[in-house]
């Protein structure tokens, strides 16, 4: 998570931290940069730079900011699902799932996905970001199928996240979806199971 935080007392951190995701959200990450989010927010360059020195850290805080309300969002599933482990890993797909018909959702990943490809620091993000990701993905799986090793439950867990964020591509805007919401749940979720029971074929 991001160590700034408001030293004043005051919510001009959070004010820049919502407006800068917002920013990405709808600019773009070709665009983004603290001067917009600093116009956006209606302050300063140099208060924006107070919280957030760099517009690296800046990028790095809203996409601590979406992980945190991918992670409350289990927190609350938790709790209605405290001891089943399998269902646990399912509403989490689910969630995942739902996230991707989200508009919002979609611009975050493939603005990031885009600035990866040319700009390292985005990059570095992306790889903290996927290994938080499948270490939570693996431990869910752990806890449904007991008997797997932990390498192969970080090998399942990397297929995992792969076919979930490949469901973008089927969950776009427009007409003459080839699935829809419902197929496409009943699908993935058919898919995780099916992986995870799936004997272990090794090349020989």
Known sequence: MSKHSDSDGSSNGQ????????????DGASVFSARRVAKEV???LRSVQHYYPTT???????????IQEFESAYEE???????????RLLGVSDILLASNWQQDTRRVFYGLYA???????????????????????ATLIGAARSHLTEKR?????????ATLDGTMIFTGPGEGRLIS?????????????ALIDAPVIRPA
């Open 15 to 26: 004010r820049v931290l919502k407006a800068a995701k917002a920013v990405f959200i709808r």
């Open 42 to 44: 209606g302050l300063s």
């Open 56 to 66: 690296e850290k800046l990028l790095a805080a809203v996409v601590d900011l979406v």
């Open 77 to 87: 599933l938790y709790k209605k699902l405290p001891f089943n482990a399998e269902a």
């Open 115 to 137: 600035l990866s490809c040319y700009k390292k620091f985005a990059a570095k993000l992306m790889d903290r970001m996927y290994a938080r990701h499948t270490h939570q993905l």
């Open 153 to 161: 439950c970080m090998e399942l867990a990397v297929i995992v996240a």
């Open 181 to 193: 919401k419902s197929a496409l749940s009943k699908s993935v979720r058919a898919g995780i199971l």
